[in-house]
């Protein structure tokens, strides 16, 4: 079981016992129906209270320290693949590409997944993409960090917050507790149906960075998947690049080679460039910007 998982798997235990902590108060509050009111009844329920926070400490400090040993390794391996030097090879071939007039995206794709696992080769890659209007969409090494941050943030969050209650919560440990830190019985038969799909939706809603992949050591875990794309900041961006791109080329040589560029391009570009072509109509929205807004015009 990889590192994100095994963390996932014990915040699910945690909860469990946790709440079965706190819902021994009401097992142990009817054993003692017959004596409610006195002050008898008033001792005996002090006395569980006692036991109940005790052990919700000590609950608490046990999975603090199982997950601190977790997020220590996490962060170990991220050390690892940031300092982890280039090869030989990576530096030919980097100072190739970057000595090219164009490099496309399905060149960029099949050197990010050899430099993948090496940080810095991938920051000079992405430098090269970059002056090609290509995008590649994984984690440098700061957000590589950052997402073990936020993941501790919200244990952290999370284990302070919860009490094994479910009334009265705060809105951030609800729902981490209703969506995410359940036992996984509870996702059998439901539309999430299990576990591994709760704790891949966690990771893109929770933590947004990349993927669990890059918290694994890189020498064991399987090669990250690489996403690259084409990246204009407007329909101009695209049509010029098209424009140059397709120079020479007429009909159906042309009209391919569009293609080509739209298929490792998002799925709006298409949209908004076919729609353009059928109607010579710039839709409003390219990018999340207007291309019609004057602001983004110089």
């Known amino acids: 079981?990889?590192?994100?998982?095994?963390?996932?798997?014990?915040?699910?235990?945690?909860?469990?016992?946790?709440?079965?902590?706190?819902?021994?108060?009401?097992?142990?509050?009817?054993?003692?129906?017959d004596i409610k009111g006195s002050t008898r009844y008033d001792a005996e329920m002090a006395e569980v209270d006692k036991r109940i926070a005790a052990k919700n400490v000590s609950l608490k400090k046990e999975v603090q320290k199982d997950l601190t040993e977790s997020l220590a390794e996490m962060r170990k391996n991220i050390s690892q693949r940031v300092t982890k030097a280039p090869t030989a090879d990576m530096v030919n071939s980097l100072s190739i590409l970057g000595m090219l007039d164009t490099v496309s995206p399905t060149q960029i794709k099949f050197y990010?997944?050899?430099m993948v696992d090496c940080p810095l080769a991938m920051q000079r890659l992405q430098q090269i993409a970059r002056n090609n209007d290509i995008q590649i969409m994984i984690p440098d090494s700061e957000a590589m960090v950052r997402a073990v941050d936020v993941l501790e943030s919200n244990l952290a969050n999370y284990i302070s917050g919860f009490d094994g209650s479910t009334d009265n919560m705060a809105f951030s440990v609800k729902r981490l507790y209703d969506l995410y830190f359940r036992p996984e019985e509870t996702y059998l038969g439901t539309q999430v149906d299990s576990a591994e799909k709760v704790d891949r939706a966690f990771w893109e809603n929770i933590i947004g960075i990349g993927s669990p992949d890059m918290l694994e050591n890189a020498e064991t875990a399987g090669t990250q998947s690489v996403k690259v794309q084409h990246f204009f900041a407007n329909l101009d961006g695209l049509m010029e690049y098209m424009k140059k791109q397709t120079e020479g080329l007429e009909g159906k040589a042309k009209e391919d080679k569009e293609n080509e560029i739209l298929a490792d391009c998002p799925n709006q570009y298409g949209?908004?460039?076919?729609?353009?072509?059928?109607?010579?109509?710039?839709?409003?929205y390219f990018n999340g910007t207007s291309d019609n807004d004057p602001s983004d015009e110089e």
């Open 112 to 114: 990010a997944e050899q």
């Open 271 to 284: 949209a908004n460039y076919r729609a353009y072509k059928a109607t010579g109509q710039k839709l409003p």
């Open 1 to 33: 079981m990889n590192n994100f998982r095994n963390v996932m798997r014990r915040m699910r235990v945690y909860t469990s016992a946790v709440k079965k902590n706190y819902d021994s108060r009401e097992v142990e509050s009817k054993k003692r129906e």
